[in-house]
């Protein structure tokens, strides 16, 4: 167990007037014991007290070892999985986190009709959203490969590119070099870039497209994401106009985060740069996400986010402008929130280029 990590997750226990959690998601179990399993259709729960309790309840085929400060409770595939826990969970309010399967909710109730379950998500997901030291670095060290992968895939675009190729060399670029697994990217030649999750088709890139690479993947379980999109062989006016003004809202939206700063106001003008060049109907998704043992956790980066930037603190700032059935843009970098303002964890190049020229 990561005690200073269990501290902070008890406090926002009290905080949050919880005194029993059932924490199930596979990042959250890992954020606390070191322990990865993607259970699938078996139970994997830690159940947290504020007494500082810890038993993580798991099927023996996990493989999971015994450590110091929890306890390990297995059953097997022919027991009923929450029978253990319904034994030792206290009367009244329990928190379950938001990713806890229904059929086991509904067994455990069954079993325990004393227990009235509450969303519990929050004691994890509110210390999960402040990255400690080794966090950082990780996450500085995925930003950086991205870096060049990005560097690689606008290199790879020539005459008679598709996506899909771009897209592999891509994924072979991540699995060399830590990536625990791609669970998709975007790479969008053209009109394709006006659909913000375009999945990479064999459609063969053609002189004036943009290209929109949007690349993500864990890198030793923790993510990068960056977005960066270039013109192949040429540019038109409305293309670099819009191209300017993606720029300028990411820049101007990067240059407001610091600490107290809240996130809708972030969102806000990077959407009313956009806004205000006419183009506001287009902007059609929220300006970032957090991002860290998941691509998309808290906070919310948004016009109706209620967080505000503090230290530790790793979001996405990505604005986009969408013209259907033409082309699109955006400029995706993740920033991380310090004592004095923030810095951002990608240095790929952002100005305006044009490739295979």
């Known amino acids: 167990m990561n005690q200073n990590r269990l501290r902070q997750v008890i406090a926002n226990m009290k905080g949050q007037g919880l005194e029993q959690i059932v924490v199930s998601a596979t990042a959250s179990v890992y954020y606390l014991t070191g322990i990865w399993v993607s259970p ?21 085929l996990f493989g999971i070892e015994p450590q110091p400060g929890m ?6 595939d022919s027991d009923e999985p929450t029978a253990q826990l319904a034994r030792q969970l206290r009367p009244g309010k329990l928190g379950v986190d938001k990713f806890w399967p229904s059929k086991f909710l509904i067994a455990l109730l069954e079993a325990r009709s004393d227990i009235t379950p509450v969303m519990g998500s929050g004691p994890v997901d509110d210390a999960r959203m402040f990255k400690d030291e080794e966090e950082r670095q990780a996450m500085r060290r995925a ?62 890139i053609q002189p004036g497209d943009s290209v929109v690479l949007d690349l993500f ?16 062989q040429s540019v038109t006016d409305e293309q670099r106009r819009v191209y300017e003004t993606v720029l300028r809202a990411n820049e101007e939206a990067e240059k407001m985060i610091r600490p107290g700063v809240p996130l ?3 969102d806000r003008t990077a959407r009313r740069i956009i806004e205000e ?13 957090g991002c860290g043992l998941e691509c998309h956790e808290p906070p919310d980066n948004s016009d109706v986010s209620q967080a505000k930037a503090l230290p ?17 843009v955006r400029i995706e970098d993740l920033v991380l929130v310090t004592e004095e303002g923030c810095e951002i964890l990608n240095k790929a190049p952002k100005e305006l280029e044009i490739v295979g020229k």
């Open 40 to 60: 699938m259709e078996r139970m994997l729960a830690l159940y947290i007290t504020t007494e500082g309790q810890c038993t993580l309840y798991a099927n023996e």
């Open 71 to 76: 306890e390990l409770v297995l059953h097997s």
């Open 143 to 204: 930003s950086q490969l991205n870096d060049r992968v990005v560097r690689a895939a606008i290199d790879a675009i020539g005459q008679g590119a598709k996506e899909t190729e771009i897209a592999q060399l891509v994924e072979t670029m991540y699995s060399q070099n830590g990536g625990n697994r791609t669970e998709g990217m975007i790479v969008s030649f053209g009109a394709h870039g006006a659909d913000p999750h375009h999945s990479p088709s064999d459609v063969a």
């Open 217 to 232: 993947a864990p890198i030793q379980r923790y993510w990068c994401d960056m977005t960066r999109t270039v013109f192949y």
């Open 264 to 266: 809708c106001e972030v």
């Open 277 to 289: 060049a006419g183009y506001g109907p287009y902007f059609t998704h929220r300006l970032g996400h």
């Open 312 to 328: 530790g603190m790793v979001f996405s700032v990505e604005p986009g402008i969408y013209l259907p059935g033409r082309f699109g």
